[in-house]
Nanobody
Framework: VQLQASGGGLVQAGVSLRLSCAAS????????MGWFRQAPGKEREFVAA????????AYADSVKGRFTISRDNAKNTVYLQMNSLNPEDTAVYYC?????????????????????WGQGTLVTVSS
């Protein structure tokens, strides 16, 4: 199983980027997927999560209203549309997936709740 994240880069503040995470080796259409990020010298933090149908989403307060997570189950791919980027968004962004179908009242926001991880893609936002 492999999660391949892409789409990162060096951008100026205020612009948009879209990250993609393509899964291979198995399908995740019924599994929750998420994005996390880790800035230099900081711990990995939750960014967004999306349930299997795509209608259920969750966001960290720091990105709410600016970032949008979505998925295309036919392509086994999850996306993170990032708008109005600012230097505080600079980090390595990781996609993640749960291996099991979990029925819960809310989407998982802890890294320990995810089983598969991509290699990360670096987003650098200059002021």
């Amino acid at each position: 199983v492999q999660l391949q994240a892409s789409g990162g880069g060096l951008v100026q503040a205020g612009v948009s980027l879209r990250l993609s995470c393509a899964a291979s080796g198995r399908t995740f259409y019924r599994n929750t997927m998420g994005w996390f990020r880790q800035a230099p010298g900081k711990e990995r933090e939750f960014v967004a999560a999306i349930g299997w149908g795509g209608s259920s989403t969750a966001y960290a307060d720091s990105v709410k209203g600016r970032f949008t997570i979505s998925r295309d189950n036919a392509k086994n791919t999850v996306y993170l549309q990032m708008n109005s980027l600012n230097p505080e968004d600079t980090a390595v962004y990781y996609c993640a997936a749960q291996s099991l179908i979990v029925i819960a009242p809310s989407l998982p926001e802890s890294a320990t709740q995810y089983d598969y991880w991509g290699q990360g893609t670096l987003v650098t936002v200059s002021s």
